[in-house]
């Protein structure tokens, strides 16, 4: 393992840390440029560029109420459901504009799928929770290919062997970290391109974080993953990419590595060190 | 569960023992070097202790990242550190086989005097330690790593003799003063190359039993 070189990103403002506006980097699946979020007339969410590259985790940091968790959900159009919420900008996943194209936004949904910090497995049963967005995106009729998504989701989610016995009991009858990565095998079921990830083990112990953490590895390569925590030692163990947010503003974006052994920018190094949060 | 930190830890480990393998074969070199006054031997030392340079950087880079990125602790945060602790001084064995290969250069370069015998046993004693020492770390072995602190004093021994028959021959033949001064200096180089072991072998009970042995005669722990 060797120190990273510095990324050759584009012209990093030094008054400020961000980025000049570009074109997305080389291997972005979503790409955000110029993005501002309002509520009604407060500005949440300042001009942020950033880019979620598949084969990579991109964490999102920052303290509270710094937008991390807004801009987050402007990738997959929750904001939308919020009265009063405002976006401009541009998100892109791949070539194609997400707002203001006619996408149809419950596809938008399937492609780029969301896990919350509350896990919120349905009432249903376990076999039901994961079949269910399959069945509803008419990705499987037959009952052999909706077993054959159920089985691989749950395998991946690294949750077949401890449920495989019992499908037909409800999936609130989980632990915790079983709900979790029963949320995150039923996001994975409609084979989405990106997963979000809002806070996803902050209602968890440490060994369930530890296994979500893992399963987060193991999803990797297969998945554009963005996730927001407010952990950075979290954020410094699962992601490659990590974006610094503060005031609603994007203040530093570069590999964790760097981010975590030589921030550029004051402001980050006084967070990511504790002096303020 | 395969934790996140252990590829990390597992790779720190393979660097640290490529690291002592060259470490022990340059010294091995230099100390062939100068039992066979072989000055071309002794000139392929200071090319091989680059490589033990490039690895002490790539070391100090990987435990950097370890640290900021894994937050270890307890045992895994106690095996990060000795990485770091043994790097060093397997860095400063190499830099001891190249002032040891300088010497045999020089004498190479002089009229032959016998190498003392208590002097190639010393050099034996050093070389066994150093082995003791990373065969303790490589198989977390902490009766090993004492086993290595408990040759010390006989290292000392032999490098007192070492600089007592040398300066014996310097005062009785002063013409072979230059040959007399290179063997106190490769004697002291081997005794400073033993201290290092030690130092690797109390980083192996720091690891195994979290219990800092430094100094432990003058601390009286």
Request: charged share 25%; glycine share 8%; proline share 5%.
């Amino acid at each position: 393992m060797t120190m990273p070189a510095r990324s050759p990103e584009p012209v990093e403002r030094p008054e400020r840390g961000g980025l000049e506006r570009s074109a997305p980097a080389p291997g972005a699946k979503m790409s955000a440029r110029g993005v501002s979020v309002t509520y009604d007339t407060t500005l949440a969410v300042r001009e942020v560029d950033l880019d979620i590259l598949l084969g990579e985790v991109t964490a999102l940091i920052g303290p509270s109420g710094c937008g991390k968790s807004t801009l987050l959900r402007c990738f997959n159009r929750m904001n939308d459901d919020i009265p009063g919420c405002r976006v401009t900008g541009e998100i892109r996943l791949d070539s194609d504009p997400i707002y203001g194209s006619g996408l149809d936004v419950v596809q938008l949904r399937a492609r780029v799928g969301m896990v919350f910090q509350k896990p919120n497995p349905f009432p249903k049963s376990l076999y039901d929770n994961v079949a269910y967005g399959p069945r509803i995106h008419g990705l499987a009729t037959r009952r052999a290919k909706l077993d054959e998504i159920v089985e691989r989701s749950l395998v991946r989610a690294g949750l077949w062997e401890e449920v495989k016995d019992r499908l037909q009991e409800p999936g609130t009858a989980l632990s915790g970290g079983q709900q979790q990565r029963l949320c995150i095998a039923r996001a994975i079921a409609v084979d989405p391109e990106v997963i979000l990830m809002d806070e996803p083990c902050s209602a968890l112990d440490p060994i369930a974080t530890a296994k979500v953490e893992e399963l987060i590895h193991g999803l990797r390569g297969s998945y554009a993953i963005a996730i927001v925590t407010h952990n950075m030692q979290q954020a410094a163990r699962v992601s490659q990419r990590t974006a610094f947010f503060h005031l609603g503003e994007l203040v530093e974006y570069g590999s964790t590595a760097e981010i975590f052994t030589n921030p550029r920018v004051q402001r980050t190094s006084d967070y990511i060190t504790g002096r303020y949060g | 569960m395969t934790r996140a930190v252990d590829p990390v830890l597992q790779g720190l480990r393979e660097t640290l023992l490529r690291m002592g393998s060259r470490a022990e074969a340059i010294l091995d070199k230099a100390v062939q070097a100068v039992i066979d006054r072989d000055a071309e031997l002794a000139r392929q030392v200071e090319r091989d202790d680059l490589e033990i340079d490039r690895l002490d950087v790539q070391i100090d880079e990987a435990v950097l990242l370890a640290l900021a990125l894994q937050a270890p602790v307890a045992a895994d945060l106690r095996k990060v550190v000795a990485v770091k602790m043994i790097a060093t001084d397997l860095e400063r064995v190499g830099d001891l086989a190249r002032n040891i290969a300088k010497s045999a250069l020089r004498l190479s370069l002089h009229p032959e005097v016998p190498v003392p015998l208590v002097l190639v046993r010393l050099a034996r004693s050093a070389q066994r330690m150093l082995h003791g020492a990373l065969d303790a770390y490589s198989g977390d072995d902490p009766e090993a790593a004492r086993a290595v602190l408990a040759q010390d004093d006989e290292v000392d021994r032999q490098q007192d003799e070492v600089v007592r028959s040398g300066l014996q021959e310097i005062t009785g033949r002063p013409e072979v003063a230059s040959q007399g001064v290179d063997i106190i200096f490769v004697a002291k180089h081997l005794e400073r190359v033993a201290d290092h072991a030690t130092n690797i072998a109390e980083g192996v009970i720091l690891v195994t039993e979290a219990r800092n042995v430094k100094h432990a005669s003058k601390l009286g722990a």
